[in-house]
């Protein structure tokens, strides 16, 4: 097993990346990260070993989402400026990107939660699937595949 430091060295940015999958807000996604491995070395004696460091870190940091969204009775915002668009572009552009964008992650809504969380954990998390199957428990290949039929259902409902 190794050392607290190097796990924390080794997964923050793995673990920070998913929770701003999750919260898309920077300061929450850093808050919910710390407080992650302060759980992890907490109950770091209750692994058991039978599943990746990462994935049972990511399942910490997912409960603590959970908790916060509860304590704070928020509902979780999908939508909003997810990708920068570089300033050179004109107004118009700008707009009509950011449109497109909140167009295709209101369909992304309509998705199945577990093809939603690949889809965003893809897209805007820009994890490969590899980390996403290990996210999720599930095969580098089941999450290749289930972003490729989430992306078939968002072109379908065109």
């Given at each position: 097993m190794q050392n607290m430091e190097q796990i924390y060295e080794t997964y923050f940015k793995t673990v920070y990346?998913?929770?701003?999958?999750?919260?898309?807000?920077?300061?929450?996604s850093e808050e919910l990260t710390q407080?992650?491995?302060?759980?992890?070395?907490?109950k770091i004696h209750t692994f058991k070993g039978n599943c990746k460091i990462s994935v049972w870190l990511c399942q910490i940091a997912k409960n603590?989402?959970?908790d916060e969204?509860?304590?704070?009775?928020?509902?979780?915002?999908?939508?909003?400026?997810?990708?920068?668009?570089?300033?050179?572009?004109?107004?118009?552009?700008?707009?009509?990107?950011?449109?497109?964008?909140?167009?295709?992650?209101k369909?992304?809504?309509?998705?199945?939660?577990?093809?939603?969380?690949?889809?965003?954990?893809?897209?805007?998390?820009?994890?490969?699937f590899k980390e996403i199957g290990d996210i999720l428990e599930k095969t580098e290949n089941w999450a290749r595949v289930t972003f490729y039929r989430g992306k078939q259902k968002i072109k379908e409902s065109d």
């Open positions: 990346k998913y929770l701003f999958c999750l919260t898309h807000n920077n300061d929450i407080e992650t491995f302060y759980h992890a070395v907490q603590l989402w959970y969204l509860r304590k704070n009775k928020k509902v979780q915002s999908f939508e909003g400026n997810l990708m920068e668009i570089p300033a050179k572009e004109e107004t118009e552009e700008i707009v009509i990107a950011n449109q497109t964008k909140l167009e295709i992650y369909k992304m809504q309509s998705l199945d939660e577990q093809t939603r969380e690949v889809m965003y954990l893809r897209i805007t998390g820009e994890l490969s």
